[in-house]
């Protein structure tokens, strides 16, 4: 299912999302002396992720833990559980990730499982997206809610690691890398992420520069991919056309995309009305719209084709060819 497929999904309901709040005080005393971020070439790690209630570590229930253990670059032993929490889970979150209440109703608990989990990653240094700040921190606090010693292992956060690396990414997320290295994954489900930002590491690993690559740069590549790129045949008329663009794009920033389109004749305007002809969809969507805020230009759209406009929604990737 495409992005577009699960954003059409998600704009059915508007259910209202329920977490169990925990203190932050709690939090971070649980993550005062995390391990040491790292920015080396190693062959031997695991790698970790969780599948969570909430974008909020300090919200979060866990509903999936994986990890995958790694030896001279080959995955040679895996983990993966569901976990029920102590509340069902959000409908837009079932969506995401495919976890659904059912499924984890004969789940087994937080605290039959993590401790098994800690033992699977023993002393490795850890491998993750964004780990540092999300999933350690929800990992120690659930440690420290269970009376388990807490996560000090040493980690390689890929989310800053790529930010170090002689690539030509526009975005540091970990479905734009998979994007940008032709991993193909299902994404959002624990176990399938791990593969894939195991894959994604090892592609990183040659290209690393040990220097930060700035808003500049990004901008400087957007213009370069802008430059070459070209628009599907069947959007390619786009001269005099009203165009909104929405969500997060793999290509280009924004600005880039938007001059692009202009030097076309194109007219890129802020937001949606009855005048619009196309509403572009940035193929790496939001993190917005992950959590259950569909994106106000796409609900906008919609109900204005329900009264009869010729909107046209397209994706990135069919729109630029791609």
């Not at 959000?90 to 800690?118: F, V, W």
């Not at 993750?128 to 010693?149: E, K, T």
């Not at 992950?290 to 990135?316: C, D, F, H, N, S």
């Amino acid at each position: 299912m495409s992005l577009f497929e699960k954003l059409l999904s998600l704009l059915k309901s508007h259910p209202n999302t329920q977490v169990n709040k925990t203190s932050t005080n709690s939090l971070n005393d649980s993550n005062s002396a995390k391990g040491r971020l790292l920015y080396s070439k190693l062959n031997d790690y695991t790698v970790i992720d969780l599948e969570t209630s909430s974008r909020y570590a300090n919200q979060a229930s866990i509903i999936e833990l994986a990890a995958v253990r790694v030896r001279r670059g080959k995955i040679v032993d895996q983990y993966t559980t569901l976990i029920k929490p102590l509340e069902p889970i959000p409908d837009e979150i079932s969506r995401i990730t495919g976890i659904t209440n059912e499924m984890l109703k004969a789940a087994p608990t937080l605290d039959q499982k993590l401790n098994e989990y800690l033992r699977f990653i023993g002393n490795d240094v850890l491998l993750g997206h964004n780990i540092r700040a999300y999933d350690v921190n929800v990992l120690n606090y659930a440690c420290n809610a269970l009376h388990l010693p807490t996560l000090h292992n040493d980690m390689i956060d890929t989310l800053h690691y790529s930010k170090k690396c002689n690539i030509r990414a526009i975005s540091y997320r970990l479905p734009a890398l998979a994007k940008y290295f032709r991993i193909e994954y299902d994404a959002h489900r624990a176990l399938n992420d791990c593969i894939a930002n195991h894959a994604i590491y090892q592609r990183l690993k040659p290209t690393y520069s040990g220097t930060y690559h700035t808003a500049k740069d990004r901008a400087k590549q957007s213009v370069e991919n802008m430059r070459t790129c070209t628009i599907h045949p069947d959007y390619a008329d786009i001269a005099g056309k009203s165009i909104v663009l929405t969500g997060d794009f793999a290509i280009a920033e924004d600005e880039a995309i938007q001059e692009k389109l202009e030097s076309l004749g194109a007219v890129v305007k802020r937001d949606v009305s009855g005048k619009t002809d196309y509403l572009i969809i940035g193929s790496l969507g939001s993190s917005q719209w992950y959590y259950g805020t569909y994106g106000r230009k796409i609900e906008k759209a919609m109900e204005l084709q329900q009264q009869g406009k010729p909107i046209i929604m397209v994706e990135e990737d069919m729109f630029f060819g791609l």
